[in-house]
């Protein structure tokens, strides 16, 4: 396929936006080098990267993004990690959850560590970067979707003159307690998305219910096509049919089904 095309107007979950940020989110695991040639071709003419280190108690130590800017709109993507480097931080409660945006609610204390190494730098280039009227968006898979989203959280809360126009995120593990979550679906509804494919094993952890995902969710479904509603029950049983398909390998179904790759195919596949 071309290179994508984004909208910068777009509104309510668009099937061509959801690939097209799929794609910017996947762009984010690639090198600097890679990351402003493939903007420059998307239209972009201005990137600003950022990298900060911090220090948590477990081995994920640094966030990775990168902002892109037209003259229409601007894109953060942030990076994700391996889902093994996140257990740690999954499976430990020792640590309290830290208070959120503007102080509401509160946001798993690893995500947050993630978050305030590198907000500082994002706001000053998405400050700086839009010198019209530009509209703001957030993206990112795996960790890099909890980031998008609390970024999204943080602009809104913190900085409300640059408020996103648009959030997708990509297998986002839960990140934050139920008063955020509701203070943010209050905010930013109809303009978020999250975008989770089938049996992916981050989108299931950390476990409830002190954490918990933002609504808006758009399930792909085992057979490949993008839902935004399921009864529960039809979920359960079309989970059973994704862990079913590959017979020599049913417990890797979760790790296969959170790869990038596997939403940008599953997202292409949906496109008008």
Request: glycine fraction near 8%; include cysteine; charged fraction near 20%.
């Amino acid at each position: 396929m071309s290179a994508p095309t984004l909208n910068h107007l777009a509104t309510g979950y668009d099937a061509r936006q959801a690939y097209c940020l799929a794609k910017a989110a996947e762009l984010a695991y690639g090198g600097r080098a890679e990351i402003e040639a493939t903007a420059g071709e998307w239209g972009f003419d201005r990137v600003r990267h950022h990298h900060s280190t911090f220090k948590p108690p477990f081995a994920i130590s640094d966030t990775q993004a990168y902002t892109m800017a037209s003259p229409t709109m601007i894109v953060t993507a942030f990076r994700g990690t391996e889902p093994l480097q996140l257990r740690d931080w999954f499976s430990d409660t020792t640590i309290p959850p830290w208070p959120g945006p503007a102080k509401t609610g509160l946001v798993h204390y690893g995500f947050a560590a993630a978050l305030r190494a590198v907000i500082p730098s994002v706001v000053a280039s998405v400050e700086e970067l839009r010198d019209g009227e530009q509209t703001v968006w957030f993206t990112g898979h795996s960790l890099g979707g909890a980031l998008a989203m609390l970024a999204a959280a943080w602009l809104h809360f913190e900085e409300p003159a640059l408020s996103a126009h648009g959030v997708y995120t990509f297998g986002q593990p839960r990140t934050c307690n139920n008063v955020l979550v509701k203070a943010y679906d209050r905010a930013l509804a109809g303009r978020t998305f999250r975008v989770v494919n089938n049996n992916d094993i981050v989108a299931q952890v950390p476990p409830g219910p002190v954490f918990r995902h933002v609504a808006a969710l758009r399930y792909i479904d085992s057979a490949g096509k993008v839902r935004d509603s399921m009864p529960r029950v039809s979920k359960l049983l079309d989970r059973a049919r994704g862990l079913t398909a590959d017979l020599l390998a049913p417990a890797a179904d979760g790790m296969r089904d959170h790869l990038m790759k596997a939403y940008v195919a599953a997202l292409e596949k949906n496109l008008p």
